[in-house]
């Protein structure tokens, strides 16, 4: 068994296991699958110590039994985690407010931070989900850079990408099937790093 592609940190205390400065070490160590044994001599620590923190770790279902072996006598137990861990924002915030989120303006920044906060969280949710199932999750990504000369450019601009998302659930509007949910979102671009020079 190879690690899980990624894994939902939805639950506060869970997180602040996982971000404990040794149990990120097993954790980083474990995108293979290890036992206790292997762990301890390639982080350099006591087998017990690292046992003890494995069992917390499994427990709170951060690491995954991927295979037993036997070793000298023993069967050794070997865990394998996640590649990497996304935070649920919706742990630090506090719940929308359904009404206040209806009435917000399209163009505040807070409405925006609501909308990715839920889809991170939802999209790690399917994607365990799909794992654990052994398919698939069918998404989409569509990123492009976009400058506009005046504030009137860009109100045009939204316009635009309103009517042609309108268009597209009109003429895709199945009355069975999955749905999917569209979401176009556009903020200023972060400046991009000058490249260090040798």
């Not at 000298?72 to 865990?79: D, Q, V, W």
Request: no cysteine; aromatic share 6%; charged share 25%.
């Amino acid at each position: 068994m190879t690690a899980r592609p990624s894994a939902l940190l939805d639950d506060l205390d869970t997180a602040l296991l996982a971000l404990a400065p040794i149990r990120r070490r097993i954790l980083t160590a474990l995108t293979e699958p290890a036992s206790a044994a292997g762990l301890a001599e390639q982080l350099g620590l006591p087998r017990q110590n690292i046992g003890y923190h494995l069992n917390a770790l499994e427990a709170a279902g951060l690491v995954q039994l991927a295979g037993e072996r036997r070793k000298r006598g023993f069967t050794e137990r070997l865990f394998v985690a996640a590649r990497n861990y996304v935070f649920d924002p919706g742990m630090m915030q506090a719940p929308p407010d359904p009404d206040a989120v209806e009435a917000q303006d399209r163009h505040a920044a807070d409405h925006l931070i609501t909308t990715a906060s839920t889809m991170v969280r939802d999209v790690a949710r399917m994607r365990q989900d799909a794992a654990a199932e052994g398919s698939r999750l069918l998404t989409l990504t569509v990123e492009a850079d976009v400058a506009f000369a005046t504030p009137a450019d860009f109100d045009a601009f939204t316009e635009e990408v309103s009517a042609a998302a309108a268009a597209l659930a009109r003429k895709y509007s199945a009355p069975s099937g999955r749905r999917y949910r569209l979401t176009a979102v556009a903020h200023p671009a972060v400046a991009k790093s000058a490249p260090a020079r040798n």
